[in-house]
């Protein structure tokens, strides 16, 4: 081993003849006894720069206050001494108030300070502690009148902390006990190991259960101090086989919530304090989800580790469904009364009686799963329907693949366009964007593939059929549309294809084959608006062409609610939101956005990569 700066090395062949000698020693003496006899003993097996090096490490005056520490504490190692004294907190605290009539001297002054001092305190309180073997919390006795015949009874004490208990209770129909309804994952009493769903509560820090309600229970323990003391009969767990199994498969879960949430004010959660708010496009690690009606989930990358109930997706979407529902019936209640007919039958107008809302909720654990990857793969299913939760996961884009489509979306005059023109001067080696498809004839120097891809009105019909229009529609007699092919050779030629659509056609790409990122451009309000377009025209023509038009109030208000509209209804399938308020601000933000896509790891819909 490097003895010194200078290279000096001790070798193991020279020490090794005077092992036994040093053994020798350390069986008759200390440390202390054994270091200072070093040097003698392997004097004549070392340099004698070694033996000098040595000498003055010997010497060092902090060594020795150190060995004899250490021969001390081996004296008593085996003896365990008892304390002198049990109680030093309370004699500092004496000795304090004596000295309190001579506060006069230097001395005096620096010893009452240093007894005053926050951590001498806790210091006398841990030794007291210790030398009392107060080890643990002191729970309070057992009913002498329990009988043999009484259900057994645990006593739990937590310490208590800002931090919420993570469960929640409700009062068994059979009974009409007080049990724990659930357990947050991650919460105070999940990670004491000591509560458990099914437990009945017979006390909290004192007051008796018989009489209470299941919202009578959290003020007691919010308003406990220190500890909260309960008293339970521990509830029968039901063993199940493949639990484990489904437990692991449920730390893998993860989901993007397609709605806005938000516990406070739904009356039918459990308790408010339990749940989780969240808005839409927010990814969730759903933890549990045994329950049908409400799941327990945590956010993403939030440092909180207790999890949050959550609406179940059978009971959003059966939320959605009743909400649109009775907004039909409200619509055409409103239409009849205008039209002077009698009241509306709900059951006859909307085919959906409430008895059928309330079917049971019953589904095997493994269903909800494949519930959420399949509701991506079903053509019948679309998520405008029923916007609850999409399963996602982590996806970073490998250097073969070819770049997630980018689509933009918004209404007309927003500025969709000059943000992609922008994007496309800004780097055209790697943005490209689709040649619409025209039955009108080529004009003047029009060159077919450049400005439009021109094609003959019969193969423009053949290829709708065929269904390889991502969009068309018809202008003047004339067809226009935007091809599927179109966008397959930009991603191809290994750019990022850049696309405008109207929200409609979204769902048609959101396929693993592309991998959408929507982009929703969205206009300022109205007073911003109008400043931000006071010179600002916009074509009248569908196709584009012909002259431009400076913007009406018509128009601002048009744009408004368009935008608006398209939020109400495809606002979860959008990933990025950006307002158009300036249009420098915009593109910045769009083109940072586009570099974290390429460069950070995004989320996406597990179907978009299951095989």
């Known amino acids: 081993m490097p003895a010194n700066d200078t290279g000096t090395v001790i070798t193991t062949g020279r020490l090794a003849s005077c092992h036994g000698s040093i053994v020798t020693v350390l069986g008759r003496h200390g440390v202390y006894e054994l270091l200072a006899a070093l040097a003698s003993q392997i004097q004549s097996h070392v340099t004698r720069q070694d033996c000098t090096f040595l000498q003055s490490m010997l010497r060092d005056r902090s060594l020795l206050p150190l060995l004899k520490i250490h021969e001390r504490l081996k004296q008593y190692q085996h003896q365990s001494p008892p304390p002198v004294l049990v109680y030093t907190g309370a004699l500092a605290y004496e000795l304090s108030r004596d000295l309190q009539s001579k506060a006069d001297r230097e001395e005096v002054k620096e010893l009452s300070d240093l007894l005053a001092n926050p ?104 308003q406990s101090r220190g500890a909260v003391t309960f008293k339970v009969v521990p509830g029968i767990k039901e063993d199940s086989p493949g639990l484990e199994e489904e437990e692991e498969e449920e730390e893998e879960l993860f989901v993007r919530a397609l709605f806005d949430y938000e516990p406070r004010g739904d009356a039918a959660i459990p308790c408010e304090e339990a ?31 207790r999890a949050g109930l959550v609406p179940s997706k059978q009971l959003q979407e059966r939320r959605f469904l009743l909400q649109r529902a009775t907004e039909f019936v409200q619509q055409k209640t409103s239409k009849q009364r205008s039209e002077g007919e009698g009241e509306a039958d709900y059951g006859a107008i909307s085919g959906i009686h409430i008895a059928g809302l309330r079917r049971s909720f019953r589904l095997s654990r493994r269903n909800w799963r494949a519930g959420l990857c399949e509701c991506g793969r079903s053509k019948c299913y679309d998520l405008a329907d029923a916007p609850t939760y999409e399963e996602v996961v982590p996806y970073r884009r490998q250097p073969e693949a070819p770049y997630r489509l980018v689509l933009l979306v918004g209404p007309r005059g927003v500025g969709v366009s000059e943000m992609k023109r922008r994007l496309l001067i800004s780097d055209p080696q790697h943005f490209g964007v689709t040649v619409p498809y025209t039955t009108r004839a080529k004009r003047g120097e029009e060159k077919d593939g450049v400005e439009y891809k021109f094609v003959s009105k019969p193969q423009f019909e053949a290829d709708i059929i065929e269904n390889k229009f991502i969009e068309h529609g018809d202008y003047r007699g004339h067809y226009y549309g935007t091809s599927l092919d179109s ?57 584009g062409e012909g002259s431009a038009e400076l913007f009406t109030e018509e128009d601002f208000q048009e744009m408004i609610d368009s935008a608006q509209e398209m939020e109400d209804r495809y606002g979860h399938l959008f990933e990025k939101t950006i307002v158009n308020e300036d249009m420098a601000f915009a593109f910045r933000e769009l083109s940072l956005a586009l570099e974290k896509l390429e460069t950070e790891i995004q989320w996406i819909p597990k179907s978009w990569v299951s095989s």
């Open 275 to 305: 749940g989780l708010a969240f808005g839409r496009g927010a990814v969730l690690q759903v933890v549990s989800w045994a329950e049908p009606v409400w799941w327990q989930a945590r956010l993403h990358g939030s440092a909180n580790p």
């Open 487 to 543: 966008v397959r050779s930009i991603l191809q030629g290994n750019k990022v294809c850049l696309l405008d659509v109207p929200p409609h056609s979204i769902q048609r790409l959101r396929t693993a084959e592309f991998k959408p990122y929507v982009v929703f451009v969205k206009p300022p309000p109205m007073e911003e608006l109008r400043l931000s377009r006071r010179n600002a025209k916009v074509a009248r023509r569908r196709d």
């Open 119 to 222: 951590h001498v305190k806790s210091l006398f309180s841990v030794h007291d502690a210790v030398a009392q073997e107060r080890f643990g919390p002191t729970l309070p006795p057992l009913p002498e009148d329990l009988g043999e015949q009484q259900d057994p009874v645990k006593i739990i004490q937590l310490v208590k902390s800002t931090e919420p208990l993570g469960a929640t209770v409700k009062r068994d129909q059979g009974t009409g006990a007080i049990v724990v309804a659930r357990i947050l994952r991650g919460g105070a009493a999940d990670r004491s190991g000591l509560i458990h769903e099914g437990d009945e509560l017979r006390e909290v820090n004192g007051v008796l259960m018989d009489d209470k309600r299941p919202e009578d229970v959290a003020p007691v323990v919010v």
